[in-house]
């Protein structure tokens, strides 16, 4: 029996993780749960899973939490971050959405439990240094990432220096295929809706600009250690190739499923074994062909800026994670157009340039949250102009 605790229960992944333990209730007791506002939601979890206590972000709705049940409600984001790092917990999910995440996490970390990292932003912001809390306290960092999941399933048992290089995955999202030109009157509603995967608003639209490849490019750059030019990044519409692992030897091992989350969610939890029946069984012969091409960084620049950011290292995947944070949001109110997420994150990025930005500040956490917050600022003053 593990205890779990969910950081953002109500959200895509959350859910999608709820959905696993109610389906295993002999292998996993959900001991605390935190959440943002979804307050109805977040009650109907309680009653179904009984945690011992949860954490709600807003102080409303964790008042909303206490009026209607009588487990214990911590609030806050220092709330979210105490439940994070509870006693007597074997299983820590991370999966809040964007820098919202970092804090948790790394608290559940230093704690040394064994984390499913969903909230891949975490990486992005403070790559250096979560991976180096992680080395100090023992912590084992388990991808949730379908694609970094993959990875990490067909790397299993090889020997590192037989590995070449990794091949990221990507759908493409909803306007692979389309010029510059043809995507400057993207309205929300048409990038929210994803092909082949059903997730949060944020990630819904990092698929479609290309960024949340772009994320994962950073996130793997941490977890396996690949430098950037061993990282690769190829579009699969049918999403059924989640990654794959190219060896010295030029052969490669690619891990496959139909495009449910929970795959990569269960294996974290129950890693190293496997539990049955998580998802729906692949029929290849149904979906008869699987297709793969060059992504379009003349379209789709924000995965060529990931890159990058990589290269330039430092605060720099911290400026563009918060830059994107803040114009994606500018995009979903309305304010900006959707190619004006490229055009303000590549200007945020030009202008921490050219303030001379220091490689190692990124090595402390005051460094990465100062980084943070000023591109915020730069990329939320663009957005107002
Ligand atoms: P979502 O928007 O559906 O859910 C986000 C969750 O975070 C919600 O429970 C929300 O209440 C919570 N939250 C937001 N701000 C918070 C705060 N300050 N404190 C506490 N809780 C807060 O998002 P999602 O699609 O589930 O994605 C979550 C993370 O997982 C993201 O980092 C995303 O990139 C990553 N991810 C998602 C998918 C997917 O299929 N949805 C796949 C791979 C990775
Ligand atoms: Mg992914």
């Given at each position: 029996m593990k205890n779990i605790v969910i950081l953002g229960s109500t959200g895509s992944i959350g859910r999608s993780t709820l959905d696993v333990v109610a389906?295993?209730?002999?292998?996993?007791?959900?001991?605390?749960?935190?959440?943002?506002s979804n307050h109805e939601?977040?009650?109907?979890?309680?009653?179904?899973?009984?945690?011992?206590?949860?954490?709600v972000y807003s102080p409303e709705a964790a008042e909303a939490v206490r009026r209607n049940s009588d487990v214990e409600v911590l609030e806050g984001s220092g709330g979210v971050t105490e439940v994070a790092a509870l006693e007597g917990v074997d299983f820590v999910l991370s999966a809040i959405v964007g820098a919202a995440g970092l804090l948790p996490t790394l608290s559940a970390i230093r704690q040394g439990r064994t984390i499913g990292l969903a909230n891949k932003e975490t990486l992005v912001v403070a790559g250096e240094l979560v991976m180096e809390e992680a080395r100090k306290s023992g912590s084992v960092i388990l991808p949730?990432?379908?694609?970094?999941?993959?990875?990490?399933?067909?790397?299993?048992?090889r020997a590192p220096e037989s590995v070449r290089r990794v091949i990221?995955?990507?759908?493409?999202?909803?306007?692979?295929?389309?010029?510059?030109?043809?995507?400057?009157?993207?309205?929300?509603e048409d990038a929210?809706?994803?092909?082949?995967?059903?997730?949060?608003?944020?990630?819904?639209?990092?698929?479609?600009?290309?960024?949340?490849?772009?994320?994962?490019?950073?996130?793997?750059?941490?977890?396996?250690?690949?430098?950037?030019?061993?990282?690769?990044?190829?579009v699969?519409?049918?999403?059924?190739?989640?990654?794959?692992?190219e060896f010295v030897d030029r052969s490669v091992i690619a891990q496959l499923s139909v495009p449910d989350m929970k795959g990569a969610i269960a294996y974290a939890m129950s890693y190293p074994g496997r539990l049955d029946d998580v998802m729906e069984p692949l029929d290849l012969a149904a979906i008869g062909n699987l297709t793969f091409k060059e992504p379009d960084m003349d379209s789709?620049?924000?995965?060529?800026?990931?890159?990058?950011?990589?290269?330039?290292?430092?605060?720099m995947p911290a400026v563009l994670n918060a830059a994107n944070e803040v114009v994606v949001d500018g995009f979903l109110k309305g304010k900006v157009g959707f190619m004006d997420i490229p055009r303000i994150i590549r200007k945020t990025m030009d202008d921490h340039m050219s303030n001379g930005f220091s490689s190692s500040?990124?090595?402390?956490?005051?460094?990465?949250?100062?980084?943070?917050?000023w591109a915020a600022e730069r990329a939320g003053a663009l957005v107002a102009s």
């Open positions: 389906a295993n209730r002999e292998s996993f007791r959900v001991k605390a749960l935190a959440a943002g939601l977040l009650i109907e979890q309680i009653r179904e899973f009984s945690p011992e206590v949860v954490a949730v990432d379908s694609e970094h999941s993959a990875v990490f399933q067909c790397l299993e048992g990221l995955t990507a759908s493409g999202g909803p306007f692979s295929g389309r010029n510059p030109g043809e995507l400057e009157d993207i309205r929300p929210l809706k994803h092909p082949s995967w059903s997730m949060g608003r944020k990630i819904s639209i990092d698929s479609s600009t290309l960024m949340n490849k772009g994320l994962e490019v950073i996130e793997a750059h941490y977890l396996f250690d690949m430098a950037p030019s061993e990282i690769g990044v190829v699969h519409p049918q999403s059924i190739v989640h990654s794959m692992v789709f620049p924000c995965l060529s800026y990931a890159y990058d950011a990589l290269r330039d290292g430092g605060t500040a990124s090595r402390s956490l005051d460094g990465v949250i100062e980084a943070h917050e």
